[in-house]
Nanobody, 117 residues
Framework: QVQLVESGGGLVQPGGSLRLSCVAS????????LSWYRQAPGKARELVAT????????SYADSMKGRFTISRDNAKNTVYLQMNSLKPEDTAMYYC??????????WGQGTQVTVSS
């Protein structure tokens, strides 16, 4: 049974930091590219960051560059998203995605991040 379980969300003040984690099970984690997406109320889901299966290449949406860092630990079947200098506009539900092909494309249930004073 494939599972992606996110954690680490919460309420943080502007300028603060959070570290999201996503623990995977039920598939060969090291063979999948991993991404974080987010969706704010009334908005479309957007890609935040991606890391390749070996962890050698990362990419970010322009608004996250320099503030967010994606990483993975294949030994722990875990992907992380370190978020610094958080802004109110970063408030959203954050989702973990694992993808190898269009057929093997898995999603977690999400973790809520709220940036507010």
């Amino acid at each position: 049974q494939v599972q992606l379980v996110e954690s680490g969300g919460g309420l943080v003040q502007p300028g603060g930091s959070l570290r999201l984690s996503c623990v995977a099970s039920g598939f060969t984690f090291s063979g999948f590219a991993l991404s974080w997406y987010r969706q704010a109320p009334g908005k479309a889901r957007e890609l935040v960051a991606t890391i390749t299966s070996a962890g050698s290449i990362t990419s970010y949406a322009d608004s996250m560059k320099g503030r967010f860092t994606i990483s993975r630990d294949n030994a722990k079947n875990t992907v992380y998203l370190q978020m610094n200098s958080l802004k109110p506009e970063d408030t959203a539900m954050y989702y973990c995605n694992a993808r190898a092909t269009a057929r093997y494309d898995y999603w977690g249930q999400g973790t809520q991040v709220t940036v507010s004073s």
